[in-house]
């Protein structure tokens, strides 16, 4: 896992490629007259699909937001220790 690639990252890549695979599944199973019984599941997955990839934009947004927070409350902690060392 590189530094920028969250755990979250890699559940949404895991979770896209069992998709893929599913719907490899499916579309191979409707060639021969079974996809029928799997139509329901299919939209269940793409629903939750995108439920999840909403939460992981809500995510990334407030992990944004708190790293921003971090960054000037570290810059006003710095400002303060240099101002108190005569700097």
Known sequence: MTQDETALDQAARRLDRALALL???LAGRRSVGEGELFDPARSSLAAELERS??????????????????????????????????D
């Open 23 to 25: 719907e490899q599944e």
């Open 53 to 86: 990839r909403e939460r992981e934009r809500q995510l990334e947004t407030a992990g944004a937001e708190a790293s921003r927070a971090l960054g000037q409350a570290i810059a006003q902690i710095e400002s303060v220790l240099g101002d108190g060392r005569g």
